[in-house]
C-alpha cells in the first residue's frame, strides 16, 4: 500500500487548505484512513480519521468544528478540510491506513501500519 498526500501550502490564519491522500496498491474497504500532524519539536499527534466501509469518523478535541474528513466514492482517496486555521496547526500532516476493527484505536498512531510522506501545512498570523 502506498499512500500520497498532497494540497498543504503556506496560508494566513483564518484561512483554508484541503489536504488529500490517494492510496495505491492491495487496498481494501475495510481500511481506516487517518490524518496526524507533527509539529517541530513535538510528538506525532492524532488528528481525524475515517472508516471507508461506513464513514465513521474521529476527531481530535483541537480541531473539531474547523476540520472536516471525508473519502470519495471509490474509497481510495481521503480529504481534510481544514477551515478556520491557527498558527498553532502548523505542522507536517501525515496519512495513515490500515485495517483497525475498533473506533476506539483509530486515534492510536501504532494502529496503523502504512504511513505517506507528509505534507507541509504552514499558518502565518
Known amino acids: 500500500v502506498q499512500l500520497l498526500e498532497s494540497g498543504g501550502g503556506l496560508v494566513q490564519a483564518g484561512g483554508s487548505l484541503r489536504l488529500s491522500c490517494a492510496a495505491s496498491?492491495?487496498?481494501?474497504?475495510?481500511?481506516?484512513m487517518g490524518w496526524f500532524r507533527q509539529a517541530p519539536g513535538l510528538e506525532r499527534d492524532f488528528v481525524a480519521a475515517i472508516r471507508l466501509s461506513d464513514g465513521s469518523t474521529a476527531y481530535a478535541d483541537s480541531v473539531k468544528g474547523r476540520f472536516t474528513i471525508s473519502r470519495d466514492n471509490a474509497k481510495t482517496t481521503v480529504y481534510l478540510q481544514m477551515n478556520s486555521l491557527k498558527p498553532e496547526d502548523t505542522a507536517i500532516y501525515y496519512c495513515?491506513?490500515?485495517?483497525?476493527?475498533?473506533?476506539?484505536?483509530?486515534?492510536?498512531?501504532?494502529?496503523?501500519?502504512?504511513w505517506g510522506q507528509g505534507t507541509q501545512v504552514t499558518v502565518s498570523s
Open positions: 495513515a491506513a490500515d485495517i483497525i476493527s475498533s473506533i476506539a484505536t483509530m486515534r492510536s498512531q501504532s494502529s496503523y501500519g502504512y
Open positions: 496498491g492491495r487496498w481494501f474497504s475495510r481500511y481506516v
